[in-house]
């Protein structure tokens, strides 16, 4: 064996005592070779108490089998030097024999201390890299973030014998904790003052220690009942921010050396980085849902203008993504306050129309500051409206409220409450302002719908009425007419009674009155009739008219006022027409405007040709007057249908009007052409519908 100049040798009797020790073993031990051999200090001295039965034994069976010093295995143990360190050797043994018999023992002992500290570092390297595998395989296999910390605390506890463990969130409000194993909930003090102290240190691990009698504050008076008297804390970061932090606690006060601080640091950034992945794949699927979320909300807008069933629909939608238990949308009424429009959740319906003070509640808050409102304990909230509370026996808890904006107004809130488990967050905030703006959105246009249905209605109201007066109107221009139309065959009736009844005929004389008075009365019935079909309105819907019959109920009515004008009316009514869209009596008052008008036109008397024909397009029928009147003035034809615009002396200029929006409304059209001294030409065209069977020939009335 060759021996190094650090290497000791020594000698010993068949008792182990020293017999002779070389002088350098004082580098070594920290003793003199005379303390050694004096025999006051024995080899268990010396040799670390866990490896002392070891080398005995194995030192035994090296004598016993008589090996020479070169084929020797060594024998490596500690030793406990003079000053408490400790040293790694590795000792070979050789016997000594006399007449056969063992005299002695000799030694060499090799300081092998940074032999074993480099293999005890690749040890420890060797299982930090495993430890780091097995935390990228087991990590890897979930993109849950809560499940990545849960596993990795439980990896980390088992490597470095951690009694406790927990993973804590970095909030504004302090920790939060995620997972916890065994660590107090007290425990929560030391993690906030470590949380602060790593807050600008990138990349590093803190540990602490402090035994149970010290008083230095390093552990709180929670970790030291439960029997903390070392613990480290392992920063989590994103983007060089800390956004928690992992906490591993032992009763041990010398655990999580050196080695184990780097192994740390280097789980660390590993753990880190799968939890960024991790909430980066949430962030995406939370986005995702947000995104369908407004997709679906988006149709229900666009596919009814219901208020209540829009808002409805975003309510149930932000109940099932924020999982809360309950959501209400209140607007802003007369007087100030918000009333609930629409409520979702148990006892919603009870909250339908209840007054909610805006000056003292939280809603009232969003609404006054134009801005959304988070409150997570809302019951030691002042602004908490408990009037709402007793109404729905609910408990808020916590409450989210978002303004509703429309054109930079706040109109109303829309607010969510109670998350089921745990706290609402920022990002359920943001989801509430996403649902906020469509909801305020449905709202505006059901607003815009109800006052365009109410102005609707109005104005049907007022066109009806409209073409009620121009009815009126045209009979009271056909008054005078109309009178001697029914005073006729009213004269004609009571002559042929007087002479009935009056004066002394025949049987047959008499019976011949009676009938011609009957016929007179027949006529004045169809004539008052024709007068009263005229003025009413038609009951429910038409399927199509007779156009041949229209006008010559219309020319029943207007005779007279054309005989005694001196206008000679032209009928030319075609065979076989089919029916036309439009109410009878409605296209009644547009042939006796035209026809009316005609006859004023021609105030000297004229020729009125009225002809009903089908249209070169065959789904078409068309009715036109012909006049030869004096004729429309260029300059007047483009506003001859304007409301209130006439060249009479008298009327008010509604007539055409009317009559233009009937036929337009019957899906029709009516045109004019005029020159001056040859006529005027009013053509209207109305859609065919059906068929008819009558016939009709031309006729001059």
């Not at 866990?50 to 034994?57: F, G, H, P």
């Not at 090996?67 to 070979?92: F, H, N, T």
């Not at 829009?310 to 959501?327: D, F, K, M, P, Y």
């Not at 488990?421 to 959105?441: K, R």
Request: aromatic share 4%; charged share 20%.
């Amino acid at each position: 064996m060759l021996l190094e100049a650090r290497d000791v040798t020594f000698q010993t009797d068949v008792n182990g005592k020293f017999t002779h020790i070389s002088p350098n073993c004082l580098a070594l031990t920290g003793y003199l070779a005379d303390e050694l051999a004096s025999g006051l200090l024995p080899p268990d001295w010396i040799i670390h108490p866990a490896d002392y039965e070891q080398v005995i034994a194995r030192a035994g069976a090296a004598i016993e089998a008589a090996a020479a010093p070169a084929d020797s295995e060594a024998i490596e143990c500690r030793i406990i030097r003079k000053d408490g360190q400790l040293r790694w050797v590795a000792i070979q043994l050789a016997p000594i024999y006399e007449d056969g018999r063992l005299a002695a023992v000799q030694g060499v002992a090799h300081d092998i201390t940074a032999y074993k500290q480099a293999e005890q570092a690749l040890r420890a390297r060797t299982q930090e890299l495993a430890t780091l595998n097995l935390l990228a395989a087991r990590l890897g296999q979930s993109l849950d973030p809560e499940a990545i910390l849960a596993e990795a605390l439980g990896i980390l506890m088992d490597v470095l014998e951690a009694e406790f463990g927990g993973v804590y969130e970095a909030r504004e409000d302090g920790p939060y904790p995620q997972v916890l194993q065994g660590l107090p909930a007290g425990f929560d003090e030391d993690i906030a003052q470590c949380l602060h102290r790593l807050s600008g240190r990138l990349g590093q691990v803190k540990v602490l220690r402090e035994h149970l009698h010290e008083a230095g504050g390093q552990i709180s008076r929670a970790g030291k009942e439960a029997g903390i008297q070392s613990w480290a804390a392992l920063p989590l970061r994103d983007r060089g921010n800390v956004i928690g932090l992992i906490a591993l606690a032992s009763r041990e006060y010398e655990r999580f050396g050196e080695g184990d601080v780097d192994f740390l640091a280097a789980a660390s950034e590993h753990i880190s980085l799968v939890v960024r992945n991790a909430r980066l794949f949430a962030e995406a699927q939370r986005r995702l849902t947000e995104l369908v979320l407004l997709n679906e909300v988006g149709r229900a807008v666009t596919s009814t203008l219901d208020r209540e069933v829009v808002l409805r629909e975003i309510l149930t939608r932000a109940l099932e993504v924020l999982q809360s238990e309950a959501g209400s949308v209140l607007l802003i009424e007369s007087g100030g306050d918000l009333v609930f429009a629409v409520a979702a959740g148990p006892s919603g319906e009870k909250l339908r129309g209840m007054r909610v003070p805006i000056n003292s509640s939280l809603a009232g808050q969003a609404v006054r500051q134009a801005r959304p409102l988070m409150v997570l304990d809302t019951q030691s909230d002042e602004r908490l409206y408990r009037d709402v509370d007793a109404q729905t026996g609910l408990v808020t808890r916590n409450l989210l409220a978002v303004p509703l904006v429309v054109l930079n107004q706040v109109i109303g809130v829309l607010e969510v409450i109670n998350k089921r488990q745990g706290q609402f967050t920022a990002a359920d905030l943001g989801v509430l302002e996403s649902l906020a703006q469509p909801a305020a959105g449905a709202i505006a246009n059901a607003r815009l719908y109800e006052e365009a249905v109410q102005r609707a209605e109005q104005l049907q109201r007022s066109q009806a009425q409209l073409v009620q007066s121009e009815k009126l109107a045209a009979l009271g221009r056909l008054t005078t007419s109309l009178a001697h139309e029914i005073n006729n065959p009213l004269q004609a009736t009571l002559n042929f009674l007087h002479l009935s009844l009056d004066y002394a005929v025949d049987e047959a004389k008499r019976r011949e009155y009676l009938e011609i008075a009957r016929q007179e009365t027949q006529r004045l019935a169809n004539l008052v009739n024709t007068m009263l079909d005229f003025y009413r309105p038609t009951a429910g819907s038409v399927a199509g008219s007779d156009v041949n019959a229209v006008v010559e109920r219309v020319l029943a009515l207007v005779r007279k006022k054309l005989q005694s004008g001196n206008v000679q009316v032209e009928l030319q009514l075609a065979a076989n027409l089919p029916q036309v869209s439009g109410a009878p009596d409605q296209l009644a008052q547009v042939f006796l405007n035209l026809a009316v008008n005609a006859a004023e036109a021609m105030s000297d008397g004229g020729r009125l040709l009225i002809e009903t024909r089908p249209a070169k397009r065959k789904r078409w029928v068309e009715v036109s007057f012909t006049d030869s009147g004096p004729g429309i003035a260029a300059a007047d034809l483009p506003h001859i249908f304007e409301p209130f615009y006439t060249t009479k002396q008298a009327g008010l200029g509604l007539g055409l009007s009317v009559s233009y929006g009937i036929v337009e409304a019957q899906g029709g059209t009516i045109t004019v052409s005029s020159q001056l001294g040859q006529g005027t030409v009013f053509t209207v065209r109305l859609l065919a519908v059906a068929p008819t069977r009558r016939r009709y020939r031309q006729k001059t009335v």
